[in-house]
Structure formats: C-alpha cells, structure tokens
C-alpha cells in the first residue's frame, strides 16, 4: 500500500527553537502513524531567514505549491497566521485537513 504523503502544519514563529522541536515531533508522529511527513517550516529554514520577509514569502509560497502534492494537511496546535493561510489553501485544493491538539505533549484529533 502507497504510503500517504503528509503536510505537518505547525506554528514556526516566535519561539523557533521549541517550535522546531515540536514540529521534528509531529514527523515523527506521521511517520509512526504510517505517512511519510513534509515540514516546509523545517526544510526551508535550513536556507531561507525567516526574519526576512521576502524569503518568510517565498517559503510559504513554496510550501502551498507543495502542498497541492500531499495527500492529507495535519495541523497542530493553535493555528498561526502561516498555518491559517496553509489550511485554507489545503481547502481550496479538495486536501483533507486533519487537526490536532497537542496539550501534554500527546497529539489528539479535535
């Protein structure tokens, strides 16, 4: 059986280094939920600043481009500015959108 092709949709800004933790742990997550996970936010950081705008503008932008690839959105925690604009996108594209808590360090479906 293919394995489903996963956007992990996390908040990114303010306190990056506990955000990038976070989001390392929901692909793990995916993966051990049998999905192969694609974080944009920790992909892209490796070469675009954040800080910068113009580059925050680009990964985003490629980041939704991605998207239209992936079989399912999961989005954890509080939606951010960023995340709102990916699960709008993953509704305009037919992507089902999958969220989940993570209070106490456990993912829940909402």
């Known amino acids: 059986m293919k394995q489903k092709l996963i956007y992990v949709c996390s908040p990114y800004r303010g306190n990056t280094e506990t955000n990038t933790q976070n989001a ?3 692909c793990r997550l995916v993966m051990e939920q049998g999905g ?4 944009p936010h920790l992909l892209f950081t490796q070469f675009l600043d954040d800080a910068i705008p113009k580059e925050r ?8 481009q991605m998207l239209g690839l992936c079989d399912e959105l999961w989005a954890f925690g509080e939606p951010s500015e960023g995340m709102r604009m990916e699960i709008e996108q993953a509704g305009r594209l037919g ?3 999958r969220r989940l808590d993570v209070a106490g360090g456990a993912a829940n479906e909402r």
Do not use: N
Request: hydrophobic fraction near 40%; aromatic fraction near 12%; charged fraction near 30%.
């Open 95 to 97: 992507i089902p959108v």
């Open 24 to 26: 390392r742990r929901y």
């Open 36 to 39: 192969i996970p694609f974080a």
């Open 57 to 64: 503008e680009r990964g985003l932008r490629m980041g939704t």
